[in-house]
């Protein structure tokens, strides 16, 4: 059974998610070389993709 | 950078030698052995994450599953959530150290091809995946574009 903590925890963390990917998509952030991470000051953007899968 | 012959496939050392001058702090080891490229990687998806350690592996080849780089994730290793894995892997093939294969793209879209560099593709795909595998880990739910799965491949 889930706390109301948790219930926020998860809403708060897919907004943060669903924000990340519009980032993405828009490149307003793009990878950073010195950590690999997604980044405001990052200078590759992430292609176009599908997460793919065979499960 | 030079152009390339589409017909041509990147040449190995080049896509080597773009992985290391881009990404020469993530880089633990990167070489063409035996006609196989293998780079192992660190990278840290977002400011909070945990470091990953990656291994990529792509040889120039016509069989369709080494048709394109394939990667495993080293460590730490894939988590479940709720005693499942994510979906986005492929559980086939799983090393024998119970390192999992990342989906990170889906190959009839044509998101990628050999004329494409890895460090400019599958690196940032790398770090997508790993940014929403955390969120995964919390919520439960897969939030990047997905494509339909295939049980026969």
């Keep these: 059974m889930q706390s109301l903590g948790e219930n926020t925890a998860e809403r708060v963390f897919s907004e943060l998610a669903k924000e990340d990917r519009v980032a993405i998509e828009n490149q307003s952030v793009k ?9 405001k000051s990052g200078t590759i953007p992430v292609p176009k993709n599908h997460n793919h899968g065979e499960i | 950078m030079a152009k390339f012959n589409k017909s041509q496939p990147i040449p190995l050392p080049l896509q080597v030698y773009a992985l290391k001058s881009k990404y020469k702090n993530l880089i633990e080891q990167c070489e063409v052995k035996n006609g196989v490229l293998s780079c192992i990687m660190r990278i840290t998806p977002s400011e909070n994450s945990d470091i990953y350690r990656v291994l990529i592996k792509y040889k120039i080849s016509l069989k369709s599953c080494e ?7 080293l460590d730490p290793l894939v988590r479940t959530k709720e005693g499942k894995l994510p979906k986005h892997i492929y559980i086939s093939r799983t090393d024998s150290s119970g390192h999992i294969c990342l989906c990170l793209f889906y190959p009839r879209y044509n998101e990628w091809n050999r004329n494409m ?3 400019d593709t599958f690196v940032p795909w790398i770090s997508a995946w790993l940014n929403t595998y955390e969120y995964w880990l919390i919520t439960g739910e897969w939030h990047y574009a997905e494509s339909p799965h295939d049980r026969s491949k």
Excluded: D, F, K, R
């Design chain 1, 31 to 39: 990878i950073s070389t010195l950590t690999g991470g997604l980044s």
């Design chain 2, 67 to 73: 048709y394109y780089p394939q990667v495993w994730l």
């Design chain 2, 117 to 119: 560099l890895i460090a």
